[in-house]
C-alpha cells in the first residue's frame, strides 16, 4: 500500500510538472523553411513617349529595381513607385481641392530562368495640358478680379494601362501605343528588363 501511494503521489507530482517542462521546450525552427526562396534581382525600364504627328514632344523613363523569384509563375508581392504634384482645382465657394497628377507604377515579376522573366505592370499617367475658363459666380468673385469673375481650371488628361507580359533579358518591347480622342497625342509605352549582375 505504501509503495502504490509513492506511486501515486509521484505521478501526480510529473502531472503537475509536466506543464512547466514543456513550456521551456522551443519548437525546433527548420534551418532551410527560413531561407527565402531563390531569386533574381533585375532592373525594369518603362520609357513613356509622346509624339504630336510624327514629332516627339516627350520622353519620360522610370527605372525599378526589384528581386524576381525564380518561379513558372507570379506570385503576390509588389513593387510600387509614385511621382508627381497636387494640383490645386477651384471647386466653388472659394474652396480648393488638391488632385494628384504625375505616374504610379506597380510591378511584380517572376524570373523564368533562360533569360525571359514574366511581368505584370499597372501603369497610370495623368498630366495637365492647357487650361479653361470656369465662370465664377457673383458671391465668389471679388469685385477686384481682373479674370473678370472667371477662374482658370487646369485639363487634366490622363492614360492607364494594364500589361502582362513575357520578355526577354534586354529585348525593348513597344508593349502599348494609344492616342488621346481629343488632342491626338500618342503615347508609346516600351519596357525592357535586364539581370543586374
Given at each position: ?122 501603369l497610370e499617367r495623368s498630366w495637365v495640358e492647357g487650361e479653361v475658363s470656369v465662370p ?32 526577354r533579358d534586354g529585348q525593348p518591347v513597344e508593349s502599348t501605343v494609344a492616342t488621346d ?17
Open positions: 500500500m505504501r509503495t502504490s501511494s509513492v506511486q501515486v503521489a509521484s505521478l501526480l507530482l510529473l502531472g503537475m510538472l509536466s506543464p512547466m517542462v514543456l513550456a521551456q521546450d522551443k519548437p525546433k525552427v527548420d534551418e532551410k523553411a527560413r531561407v527565402e526562396a531563390p531569386s533574381t534581382p533585375i532592373k525594369v525600364q518603362i520609357v513613356c513617349t509622346e509624339f504630336e504627328g510624327d514629332k516627339k514632344t516627350k520622353s519620360l523613363p522610370y527605372v525599378m529595381y526589384m528581386n524576381a523569384p525564380d518561379a513558372t509563375e507570379l506570385r503576390s508581392g509588389w513593387t510600387k513607385f509614385r511621382i508627381g504634384s497636387r494640383l490645386p482645382v477651384y471647386v466653388g465657394k472659394n474652396e480648393m481641392q488638391y488632385v494628384d497628377v504625375g505616374t504610379n507604377v506597380d510591378a511584380r515579376a517572376a524570373y523564368t530562368g533562360d533569360s525571359h522573366v514574366l511581368l505584370q505592370i499597372t465664377v459666380t457673383k458671391s465668389d468673385a471679388s469685385p477686384s478680379d481682373p479674370t473678370g469673375g472667371h477662374f482658370q481650371e487646369p485639363i487634366i488628361r490622363g492614360f492607364k494601362s494594364e500589361l502582362d507580359m513575357k520578355l480622342p481629343i488632342s491626338g497625342k500618342v503615347v508609346k509605352v516600351e519596357i525592357s528588363f535586364t539581370v543586374v549582375k
